[in-house]
């Protein structure tokens, strides 16, 4: 598979103008997949705004989007605030390289402040296949429990895709957390994060592809850049065999089971 991460700086743009800039980033590369971050869509840190740019699943940016996987024969993961009914969500889809949408993942943990007080919790974790390889989509804060980049490896996901807004004072978890989140879990993992600037907020930049080993075939610099990298999807088998963590830790689980059970029986 052939995967890229547009960072976008798409600060001060509207929704038509972000997807313009995704579609001359794909006109230059042949890609499979190609992630974009956190919020792509609206942008993240917009305030209220959030409000008024929220649609649903299958609402016209969505419609735009399907159509330039259409074109471009390219996998398009992008974030959005997703309206369903009352409630707006932190939300990412995939279009597939012919236009249907593959899959909806609604963020499941919000930091408190802005995203807690706007946006509903998702409850679900969906591991869906494209073209072939097994993939699961997690949005930032999601990726920084390992729980959850644990449970979608898992439910069997080879690639966990990860759009993201990070700011420029949490480097530690582009640098340090993703590559150990995909390294722990013997997976490939992508994390798009945003360039530039947007209403004073300043994004790192500094996304990332980190193979099943945790070392990173690409990263980003802080301005807008499109990074790629071929992911060979048979290393996961071969990390997983040779530091077989997911194992380890179902045996751990039984034997804390076992301990509990114990306990439980002695009182």
Known sequence: ??????QCAGGGLTPVQRLDKLAAALGSARLDLIVCPELFMSGYNVGESINTYAEAVDGPFAGRVADLARASGAAIVYGYPEKAGDTIYNSAA???????????????VLPPGFEAQHFGHGNDLNVFELGGVRCAILVCYDAEHPET?????EAGAQVVIVPTALVDAWDVVAFHMMPSRAFENGIWLLYANHGG???????LGASCIVGPDGNVAARAGEAEELICADLDIDRVA????????????????????H??????RRK
């Open 238 to 257: 071969a990390a997983q065999a040779r530091m077989p963590y997911l194992t380890g830790l179902a045996k751990l689980r039984g034997l804390i089971d």
């Open 197 to 203: 600037t947007e209403e004073g907020a300043r994004y």
């Open 94 to 108: 995939c279009f597939g390289p012919t236009g249907e949408l593959i899959a909806n993942h609604r963020k499941l």
């Open 259 to 264: 301990k509990n059970q114990d306990s439980k």
């Open 1 to 6: 598979m052939r995967a890229g991460i547009f």
């Open 149 to 153: 980049v644990r449970a979608a490896a």
